[in-house]
Each structure stands twice: as C-alpha cells, then as structure tokens.
C-alpha cells in the first residue's frame, strides 16, 4: 500500500523558514514524479511545486518562486519542501503526493497534510 | 498560467440524481485533466485522470468528459457518501492548476 506521511509543519512568525517531510513507502519512490499543494482553510486546492523522479527538474507556483525549495532524497525515500520568507499568505495544509513516471500529470495517491500557521 | 473555471460553485441534488459539475480552461489543455473528490478533514482523492479514465477503485456512476477547453464530471445516481468538493486539474502546461471546486450538497 502506497503511504504518504508528511512531517514538519507548525506555527511560526512572518519572515521565518522551515522544512516540510514526506516520507514515501509501499512503491518506488526513485521512479515517481512528486508534488506539493497547498489548502488555505476554506480555501480550494493550489499547487505549489514538483519535481522530476531524479529531482533534476524542479517546478514551482508563481507565488512561491523564490522562496520555496522542492527536493528530494530518493535513498531515503523523502521528499522535502523548505519554505523561507513565510507570510500569511502561506498559512495552509500542505500535502505532497504521488506524481506519475512523467513530472506532469494527476495526484495519486496524497498524504494526510501538515499544517503550517504563520502569525505573529 | 492556465486558470481553471469551476461551476456552479455549489450544486444541490437529492440522492439518487445526476450530477453533473464543469470545468472550464482558459486556453486547451487536451484530455491532460483530472478530477478530484475531497471530503471535509480528508485528502483530496483521485477520481478521473485523462479526461475520462477513472481512477483505480472508483465506482461507475463517476464518469468524465470532454476535451480541449471544456470538461463535465457526472455522477449519475448520487449516494450518501458523494457530497463533497469536486475539484478538476490541469497537467497539461506548468505551472499546473486546479479549479476553484464545486461543492455537491444534499438538497
């Protein structure tokens, strides 16, 4: 069974950094696209970054670039995401999930989310 | 960017009824379209990839069409455990997209 568990989100003040986990099992990570999207609350689904199965190719949102890092650590089986210059705006259940062999294509499965609060 | 238009944003139905939910892009994105289904507190869940190819495990009464522009997810008999928000997804162009949900609620 394909399981997704993210790790690392929390509450932090505007301008600061973190690190967001998402540790893969039940296939193989080393050959699959992943991907983070983001859920305001309330709010609908955004995508915010993905990178290719060697992590040569990374991709982000417009409202991230820059600021996000997407990478991944396939003899560990993590995907990460590391976050800097965090606002409001930011505040949000952040998921990863499962790309395809190819880097664009549809989500499956996801993982449960963490959720990262930024407030002063 | 591609931006995907959802409609109606909220849809009442009784059980036992046809849904039918649009998504709209705002230039082609050929059959590169996904449907999702997210209850309150869950994931969101794969239904439909490539337009029309339902996902592994999802029931029958879930089908999807279209191409292009203009895409339709129906339900064709609604049961309890389908009210929901339904969002679609474009992969065909980066930065990939989703659209801004349909909520199905029990009428």
């Known amino acids: 069974e394909v399981q997704l568990l993210e790790s690392g989100g929390g509450l932090l003040q505007p301008g600061g950094s973190l690190r967001l986990s998402c540790a893969a099992s039940g296939f193989t990570f080393s050959n699959y696209a992943m991907t983070w999207v983001r859920q305001a609350p309330g709010k609908g689904l955004e995508w915010v970054s993905g990178i290719s199965s060697s992590g040569a190719s990374t991709y982000y949102a417009d409202s991230v670039k820059g600021r996000f890092t997407i990478s991944r650590d396939n003899s560990k089986n993590t995907l990460y995401l590391q976050m800097s210059s965090l606002g409001a705006e930011d505040t949000a259940v952040y998921y990863c999930?499962?790309?395809?062999?190819?880097?664009?294509?549809?989500?499956?499965?996801w993982g449960q989310g963490t959720l990262v609060t930024v407030s002063s | 960017e591609i931006v995907m238009t959802q409609s109606p944003a909220t849809l009442s139905v009784s059980p036992g009824e046809r849904a039918t939910l649009s998504c709209r892009a705002s230039q082609s994105v050929s059959s590169n379209l996904a449907w999702y289904q997210q209850k309150p507190g869950q994931a969101p869940r794969l239904l439909i990839y490539?337009?029309?190819t339902r996902a592994t495990g999802i029931p029958a009464r879930f089908s999807g069409s279209g191409s292009g522009t203009e895409f339709t997810l129906t339900i064709s008999s609604l049961q309890s455990e389908d009210f929901a928000v339904y969002y679609c997804?474009?992969?065909?162009?980066?930065?990939?997209?989703f659209g801004g949900g349909t909520k199905v609620e029990i009428k």
């Open positions: 997804q474009q992969y065909n162009n980066w930065p990939l997209s």
């Open positions: 490539g337009a029309s």
């Open positions: 999930a499962k790309g395809n062999l190819v880097t664009k294509g549809w989500f499956d499965p």
